[in-house]
DNA sequence: CCCCCCCC
């Protein structure tokens, strides 16, 4: 069945990319003369010290394990408190150059870097000095941001992520005059009215009086392609750090879209139409929808870092249990026992179906998750003590036992 | 301009 094929191959390009999560499916491998750039790069900044792969390897369970315990009750806003949580404070300074050095450690798959992420915009809010640096590099690269290059767009990135953070946005452009590349940008003009093309809008900051306006996200969430008439319809949820917003397309425009969009990829998006969101299509955590239009252009947008937080309600184990069937809920816990993959056929024989069964727990209780069919795609092969994310999870009763079902209207993230 | 989807 065309299902199962499709898992196969997810798998293998997990495999051979040797890296655990669901975002490792955007990833591809640094070419050398990057590497060569990394490294000029962070020998170049000299107040801090580049750790060797050896430390590196000490500090990610330390990273990991500090970002384990973190299930609090108030998650609504955790993506964006996470910030200045302190926690993420305390560590900051210690793996400052870690944005660069863990760059150049995606040709070392051995090192699990994941622990990371999320921590490494934190850093660059704090560090001016490498800020400036990167800032140096970043007019010329953004305009190669299609090419699969995760140095250009991990460059980016750190310069996008200090106009998310800091309010004035103005100030990250102020060594831009260090690049030659640069040159034919360097009118008063640009220098005090920042071109477009060199920063990102913030999610929640768009509304339906946006009109130019660039965002770049992770797709969390991507429908099936619904008809209706004569006519075609697929929507889909785009986040940041900020905060997230619906998209919709209709007929040729979703042609786009079923082509080039993909769950947990990153993307870049200019232009669309954004409106106020039909309260019955909306997502708890957005009022608007962009209208993807023919203008709006749609780029592939590839950094390991950028891995924003889905947003959820969440709801204690222990509460979830007494929930009736069918119910939906958004949960956070940690896997304590994976029983992999599992195949079966439904009632029809030619319906084959494809699970994975997980055991989470959190402060309150314990429950299983079964994520079914292509949402399997979606689960890395190692859980075993991460922390996931469920929004949208289905409460299932099944001989007597009570589950939570990850299917297509399912949203999942795993955060360790 | 659009929303339902169960499966062991």
């Known amino acids: 069945m065309p299902r199962a094929k499709k898992t196969i191959k ?84 210690t793996i400052t150059i870690s944005s660069q050095s863990s760059q150049s450690s995606l040709s070392h798959p051995e090192l699990d870097q994941s622990a990371f992420h999320s921590n490494l915009h934190n850093e660059v809010d704090r560090n001016k000095s490498s800020h400036s640096l990167i800032n140096q590099r970043t007019s010329h690269e953004i305009s190669n941001i299609t090419r699969p290059n995760l140095t250009t767009n991990e460059t980016i990135h750190n310069q996008q992520q200090n106009i998310e953070s800091n309010s004035p946005a103005i100030d990250t452009f102020t060594n831009v005059n260090d690049d030659p590349s640069a040159s034919n940008r360097q009118t008063s003009i640009t220098t005090y009215f920042a071109p477009i093309d060199e920063q990102f809008q913030r999610i929640v900051d768009l509304n339906e009086h946006s009109t130019n306006f660039r965002i770049r996200s992770k797709i969390i969430y991507l429908s099936n392609v619904r008809h209706f008439g004569s006519n075609k319809v697929i929507d889909g949820i785009l986040s940041d750090a900020s905060g997230e917003i619906k998209f919709v397309a209709f007929n040729d425009q979703g042609e786009r879209v079923t082509t080039s969009f993909k769950v947990n990829e990153n993307i870049t998006l200019e232009n669309g139409e954004i409106a106020i969101a039909n309260p019955r299509y909306r997502t708890p955590f957005s009022r608007f929808e962009i209208r993807i239009c023919p203008s709006t252009v749609i780029r592939i947008y590839q950094s390991n870092s950028f891995n924003p937080l889905i947003q959820i309600n969440r709801k204690p184990l222990h509460e979830v249990l007494p929930m009736s069937h069918g119910a939906l809920v958004d949960v956070e816990g940690t896997v304590i026992l994976d029983r992999g993959l599992i195949s079966s056929t439904g009632h029809d024989a030619t319906n084959h179906i494809i699970r994975r069964t997980f055991k989470i727990t959190d402060d309150t209780s314990t429950i299983n998750v079964t994520a079914w069919n292509e949402k399997t795609d979606e689960i890395p092969e190692n859980i075993m003590n991460k922390t996931i994310r469920i929004r949208n999870g289905k409460i299932n009763y099944y001989n007597d036992y009570v589950s939570i079902n990850a299917s297509s209207q399912t949203i999942i993230q795993f955060i360790d």
């Open 10 to 93: 997810t798998n293998q390009r997990r495999k051979k990319s040797g890296r655990n999560q669901p975002s490792s499916q955007s990833i591809t491998v640094t070419p050398d003369s990057d590497l060569l750039f990394l490294t000029c790069l962070v020998s170049n900044i000299r107040h801090t010290r580049q750790r060797t792969k050896a430390e590196r390897r000490r500090q990610s369970p330390d990273t990991r394990h500090q970002k384990n315990h973190v299930p609090t009750n108030n998650d609504h806003a955790r993506s964006t408190e996470q910030r200045k949580s302190p926690e993420v404070e305390h560590f900051s300074s």
